[in-house]
């Protein structure tokens, strides 16, 4: 009697595991992926930024650009290499730790030395990582720091970038959420069209 209780509590157990498996293990994310496809097709492939027939990024995930004609992207923590996507996190130093503030020192010489002349106060989102570590955007004041050695590396009047920076500009998510932000893949490729 005792062997039949057990068998029929293993029954059960089992019979929950695959009903939870087929639910959540495969009819979910159908189902999600259905849905996400149907709906948001561009969001859910990736946000995929096609120029002239061939893939040039993601408008959700950063790219390393350090040429001094391009805007340059919030700093990535990821490992081994910036904007890693398959391990996106952030640096997890607090901000007293010595590596972050050396890591800082070191991007705002960069900036010094690709701008020497710049003397206007450094945007923190140009010397810190964001916590994805994948950030696509910066700041409308850091794409605005950068304007002067933009236009010099690229012989353009910094009015014409001041433009293209104000039409990259996005605006606050349903004009409540969030911060103005400029995409910075979207911005250098509107640069290249001038």
């Known amino acids: 009697m005792e062997d039949i209780k057990v068998f029929i509590i293993i029954r059960k157990a089992f019979m929950a595991l695959i009903l939870l498996t087929l639910l959540t293990g495969i009819a979910y994310p159908l189902l999600v992926t259905g849905l996400s496809q149907a ?16 893939p040039v990024g993601s408008a959700l995930i950063g790219q390393q650009f350090d040429d001094p004609k391009y ?10 290499y910036p904007y890693n996507g398959s391990l996106s996190s952030g640096s997890n130093l607090g901000p007293d ?16 030395a690709a701008d020497p002349g710049n003397t206007a106060k450094i945007p923190v989102d140009l010397v810190t990582a964001s916590g994805s570590g ?5 700041s409308p004041a850091a794409a605005e720091y950068q ?14 970038i001041r433009a293209l920076i ?14 103005p932000r400029v995409n910075v893949l979207k911005l250098n490729l509107a640069l290249d069209d001038l």
């Open 97 to 112: 730790n010595p590596e972050l503030i050396k890591a800082v020192q070191a991007r705002i010489q960069a900036l010094h």
């Open 147 to 160: 304007v002067r050695r933009v236009a010099l590396a690229r012989g353009i009047s910094e009015a014409k």
């Open 134 to 138: 994948l950030d696509p955007h910066i």
């Open 71 to 80: 805007f340059w992207g919030r700093p990535s923590a990821t490992t081994p």
């Open 166 to 179: 104000a039409a990259n500009t996005e605006g606050r998510e349903f004009g409540i959420l969030g911060e």
């Open 39 to 54: 709906i948001f097709p561009y969001q859910a492939n990736g946000s995929i930024i096609v120029k002239n027939g061939k």
